[in-house]
């Protein structure tokens, strides 16, 4: 492929361009950072702050029972996440149901919407934690892990269900005519050509309470689940030092920035095939 | 005489408490093509959906092949299933390809095996002389490629009744060509065809007969040479006046 002389001059014009703005890039969080590490360091309680939360044996000693801890955190997000996808997607189809038979279903749908949406997450966990066990049903667990999960996915699946309706709400009533138009029911033309379009828009919305979970994750320790964060406690209870809390809490950055990265680009790229239509 | 095809009676369409068909008669008979004229807004987009039962009527009937199929205890799938309509934007589903759009109906409605229908699918492009697009998806397509696509799909699964809603509006005056030689290709072949344009001349060649409609109201119809002819009414003359001095007949 023949290139001309002035596409090569543009082209060495932009790889120019492209190694200026990194160099810059660099230089100014250099700078950023040993500004910030100063500010830090020279405050009058930094030695005191050092020694109870950076301090690294502890740090290496708690590492163990906090990975372990974080294992079960990583568990639980797994199969929550995939609990809360189904049941979401079930509700938001309940809501966006017509016709009168339906109405009760449709009430509760959105009921329960409304409902786990307010509540703080807090108190989901304990009155389903602390409550539901102290009715004393036959067949309700009372492993603190397994109710912790189920406050997780009541609440979360409150919000995915929004998130999926309004992807439902976004499809344009013309793909419906037109589905209708070639003889499919309801069922079908939301399982071909609704729900299909609705899914791949709210990817990127999806992607974000995916991370929100993950570290929401970390809140079933206030039933007493030995995750990362009671774990971090245990330790911190055992050396009066709180560098376990910080170490859990870095893995738990490890942990979202994937997640955070794959978001991003999810929404990167629904904004690029908005645009290209 | 035998059963047209498509019989309406008496339809009655309102928005709200603007009646937007008022009380529409019309026959279409089998390898028949009717051409509906008239101003914008005069209904003939509504009448299509009222016909294809994609909106509820508020009085009047839809008869299919000697069916009532507007009958609230028909059951208005079967009843699309033998009509094929082309929306005036395509409508196209942007997550499938040209092959599964064409084919969605015939595997999900009518039961056909992929194959089979991938068959069918693939022999409608290449009439088309879009053969090399069936992987593609629709916003790869232009215009003028996707409306034949939207073409493609309603006949996939060989209606009785093909209803086209001005597919060349939304076309540059290029690729108009293409679709209204598809168009008179299907006529040519038979097919029953009952649609909306606003391309006088074509209406002209193809039509076997003419409807004009005027606020909701059949109130000319004929032999395409009478009506644009020796127009009857008042206001078929003044809607064909305008149109002759903007050019498009
Ligand atoms: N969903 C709707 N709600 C309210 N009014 C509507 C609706 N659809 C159509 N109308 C009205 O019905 C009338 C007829 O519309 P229609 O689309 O059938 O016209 P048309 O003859 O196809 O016009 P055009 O040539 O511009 O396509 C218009 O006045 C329009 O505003
Ligand atoms: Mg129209």
């Known amino acids: ?277 | 005489m035998t059963t047209p095809v498509l019989s309406v009676r008496g339809l009655v369409k309102r928005y709200q408490q603007r009646t937007v068909l008022d009380g529409v008669d019309l026959d279409v008979r089998e390898h028949e093509v009717v051409v509906l004229i008239g101003s914008s807004g005069s209904g003939k987009s509504t009448l299509l959906r009222c016909v294809n039962l994609l909106e509820e009527l508020d009085d009047g009937q839809v008869v299919l092949d000697g069916t009532d199929v507007s009958d609230p205890r028909a059951d208005p799938d079967a009843a699309r299933r033998r009509m094929g309509i082309v929306f005036q934007a395509f409508n196209l589903f942007p997550h499938m390809t040209v092959l599964d759009n064409i084919t969605l109906a015939p595997r999900e409605v009518h039961g056909t095996p992929r194959a089979a229908a991938e068959r069918t699918a693939r022999e409608l492009l290449s009439r088309m002389g879009l053969a090399a697009h069936a992987a593609d998806y629709p916003d790869r397509l232009s215009g003028g490629q996707q409306q034949r696509v939207a073409i493609a799909r309603a006949l996939a699964y060989s209606p009785r009744l093909l209803l086209l809603d001005e597919v060349t509006s939304a076309l540059d005056p290029e690729l108009v060509g293409e679709v209204l030689a598809l168009v008179r290709e299907l006529a040519a072949q038979g097919m029953t065809i009952l649609m909306a344009t606003h391309e006088m001349g074509f209406a002209r060649q193809v039509a076997d007969r003419v409807c004009f409609l005027d606020g909701g109201r059949l109130i000319e119809e004929g032999p395409p040479d009478q009506v644009f002819g020796t127009p009857r009414h008042e206001r078929t003359r003044q809607f064909l006046r305008r149109i002759t001095e903007a050019g498009r007949l």
């Open chain 1, 1 to 277: 492929m023949s290139v001309s002389e002035l596409q090569r001059e543009r082209a060495a014009y932009r790889r120019s361009r492209a190694r200026r703005s990194t160099a810059v890039a660099l230089v100014s969080t250099l700078v950023f950072a040993v500004a910030a590490y100063l500010a830090v360091t020279r405050a009058p309680g930094w030695p005191r702050v050092r020694d109870s939360f950076f301090d690294p044996a502890t740090a290496w000693r708690a590492l163990p029972a906090v990975l372990d801890g974080l294992w079960l955190n990583l568990r639980v997000l797994f199969v929550c996440g995939t609990v809360i996808l189904v049941l979401a997607l079930g509700v938001a189809a309940l809501r966006t149901l017509r016709g009168a038979v339906w109405f009760p279903l449709r009430l509760l749908a959105t009921a329960y919407v409304d409902l786990f949406r307010g509540v703080p997450l807090i108190i989901t966990l304990y009155l389903v934690g602390f409550g539901l066990p102290a009715l004393r049903l036959t067949g309700v667990p009372n492993d603190y892990v397994v109710l912790g999960g189920v406050a997780l996915v009541l609440t979360y699946t409150a919000y995915v269900a929004e998130v999926f309706r309004a992807g439902i709400e976004s499809v344009h009533p013309s793909q419906v005519a037109a589905a209708r138009s070639l003889g499919l029911g309801h069922r079908k033309t939301m399982r071909l050509v609704v729900l299909p379009q609705a899914v791949r828009r709210v990817t990127p919305a999806l992607l974000n309470d995916f991370v929100a979970l993950q570290k929401d994750c970390g809140l079933i320790s206030v039933l007493g689940a030995v995750d990362a964060v009671r774990a971090a406690q245990i330790e911190q209870a055992a050396s009066y030092n709180f560098t376990p809390y910080v170490v859990a809490g870095l893995l738990f950055v490890l942990l979202a920035v994937p997640s955070a990265r794959l978001a991003d680009a999810a929404a990167r790229r629904a904004a690029h095939r908005q645009g290209a239509r």
